[in-house]
């Protein structure tokens, strides 16, 4: 009864420490990203791309296309800004256990299973801009692709460090349909290499 009585405090205490590290990190993510409209933003791309695909009028089409351009803009303007200011965050606030679920201090006993938020944020940063840029002349349809997906795939990272990998894809497949696999494989090629590297 005792042994019993042990695990069961144990694991509240792992359940408190857990919950505790998950809302500091949130709190953490939250102040930086609070300074942006980069949630909003997003919205309106992907929101505009389905509009812009629904267009049987090539030229409606092509004008939906044209205004999400200044839009893009704007969120690789303050993402990058955003990355830049999380770039000064300790390197141990910044760490992110690469294991599928959390547990408290991972990332302090287990260093070598981590990655640093702060560089995933830059990656992420440059394969955004990179996508609206367009240097690979994509067509209008694929270039919104690439984006969406450069963008759920940031979305997947920050929720990654805030509560873990697993959640992080389920998240994804309940909103977007779209597993961490799939994700990876439509961002660009430079992203896809310097994210695999990191994780």
């Not at 939906?64 to 390197?91: H, I, M, P, R, Y």
Request: charged letters at 25%; a positive charge; hydrophobic letters at 45%.
């Amino acid at each position: 009864m005792e042994f019993f009585t042990l695990v069961a405090c144990v694991a509240i205490a792992v359940y408190i420490l857990k919950l505790s590290e998950e809302r500091r990190r949130i709190t953490l993510l939250g102040s930086h990203l609070g300074q942006y409209q980069i949630e909003k933003l997003m919205e309106t791309l992907t929101d505009g791309y389905l509009r812009a695909l629904g267009e049987k009028e090539p030229e409606r089409r092509e004008q939906v296309w044209n205004q999400l351009a200044g839009s893009e803009l704007k969120l690789c303007e303050q993402f990058t800004l955003f990355a830049a200011g999380f770039s000064k965050v300790d390197e141990v606030e910044a760490r992110t256990s690469k294991l599928p679920i959390t547990f408290p201090f991972a990332t302090r006993l287990l260093p070598g299973l981590s990655f640093d938020m702060r560089k995933m944020l830059a990656v992420h940063a440059q394969g955004i801009l990179r996508a609206a840029e367009n240097s690979a002349r994509r067509t209008p349809k694929d270039k919104a692709f690439t984006m969406s997906a450069e963008l759920f795939l940031m979305q997947h990272s920050c929720h990654w460090f805030c509560k873990s990998k697993a959640v992080a894809s389920a998240r994804m497949l309940v909103r977007h349909k779209t597993s961490h696999e799939q994700l990876v494989a439509s961002v660009s090629p430079e992203t896809r290499e310097a994210y695999l590297a990191l994780v």
